[in-house]
């Protein structure tokens, strides 16, 4: 539901501004004096960056449908991420979990990777993760377990499968380069 309305108020709030853009700049202008008075910057410095921003946002249409169909993707990603870490919970024990449980250690973990700036929340996500896991009843050693295998998936195939990507880009851009051929 909180979701939702999040995603409501920001659809609402980006198409406020594609269709009246005269009124945010003032604001924008205010703010940003402030900010740089603050950093001892003349009063429109960065003014230009966010004029290309507000630009940016003016050309991306996004309607209705297409806001709601954002929202039912990253929700059908998040539900399928769950469902990741409760089959790597059923391979490694046979203690029960609810799905209450289980969606409250995950939302704990996801939280906690929001707050993070290491790449992937690595350590973070995964000790609240655990954490998560144990209070909702299960013992230490299979917490871990289930999520060292989580994020083995969860991580390591998304960037295995990014390097095999990235290594067949760089394949194809050096075969379309000419080859140069020395008369040494």
Not at 6 to 17: D, F, K, N, Q, S
Not at 99 to 124: E, H, K, S, W, Y
């Amino acid at each position: 539901m909180a979701l939702t309305a999040a995603v409501l108020l920001i659809t609402v709030g980006i198409r406020w501004i594609t269709r009246h853009p005269g009124t945010l700049l003032p604001l924008v202008r205010t703010a940003l004096a402030r900010i740089n008075r603050l950093r001892r910057r003349p009063t429109d410095h960065g003014l230009e960056q966010i004029r290309a921003y507000l630009d940016q946002l003016r050309a991306a249409r996004l309607t209705p449908g297409h806001a709601t169909a954002a929202a039912t993707y990253a929700l059908l990603n998040w539900l399928l991420d769950a469902g990741c870490l409760w089959l790597c919970l059923d391979s490694v024990t046979d203690q029960a979990i609810t799905p209450t449980q289980l969606l409250l250690a995950f939302c704990a973990g996801m939280a906690a990777g929001t707050l993070t700036i290491v790449l992937g929340g690595l350590g973070i996500i995964d000790n609240a993760l655990i954490l998560g896991l144990i209070t909702g009843g299960l013992d230490t050693p299979t917490a871990i377990a289930a999520v060292v295998l989580y994020r083995l998936i969860n991580l390591g195939f998304v960037i295995g499968a990014g390097w095999i990507a990235w290594g067949r880009v760089l394949r194809r851009t050096r075969r379309e380069q000419p080859q140069r051929i020395s008369m040494g």
